[in-house]
């Protein structure tokens, strides 16, 4: 048995707070294994853990329209969110039934995805290139991973909607991870609404959870987060939230450049 948790609609930086928090429990086996759904309430642009802001993000853009900034312990790319996502985590204990391979461990909870897709009456592919799923040769999930305290994680979006113009402008790189030969994003991504009339919210969290379910041969049952999770994530989200994290690499990279000058 896993938990299943929708946290909602919540900030960004609570919301990389709060799967840390989680994988930190799952991890020393305070916490049940866990699948982690949410949306964010603001804008929100996820660095991955090695990115620098400098090259891969429009700062200007951001802070002219409240865009937040995040980085998250997880690797990967960076991606621009909205309200039009469905998020999640599935967040398993190292040694578990969550493979230890990366990237076994992306094919299985992307096929999950996949027969998610297929209770919605669509057919996709995994690319393990771009650990993505694709619909017709566009891209309509990207994903990360990540791998600490004990727990195996990966995250990823299912795009509802999309606002791609926004995305343009707040990524250097808007075509990074898509298909070779992609000029513009639109035309590399697809969203559920570009395919389909949606279904209700509920029936598309309901198809992710049981493809989920299905993939990793579990159940899962209703809970919230434990009130130790509840207050580690408080803690880490004045963390994530600092300018400190979110340009620690700029700032590392700086310190080196200041360095050789010095030397030199």
Known sequence: MWRFVDAGLID?????????SIGRHVGSGDSDET????RVRYPTLYLGYHQYVEDE????????HNIDIVRRILGGGCGYCDRDQVLFSVIGAQGGIMPGNVQAAYNKVLSGMLVALVTLGL?????PARNGVFVQGRKISGNAQGRFDGAVMVNGSFLLDFDFETMDRVLKHPTMNLRP???IARDGMVTLSDLMELPSIDDIKQALRSGFEGVL???TYDNT???EEGRLAVELTSQYSSMEWTYRMDHKREKRKKSIMDIG
């Open 12 to 20: 960004g930086a609570y919301s990389t707070a709060l799967f840390h």
């Open 35 to 38: 699948i982690l759904f949410w």
């Open 57 to 64: 993000v429009h700062e200007d853009y951001c802070r002219e």
């Open 123 to 127: 057919e996709g592919e995994v690319d």
């Open 181 to 183: 030969n992609v000029q």
């Open 217 to 219: 041969d579990i159940s």
């Open 225 to 227: 987060i434990s009130d």
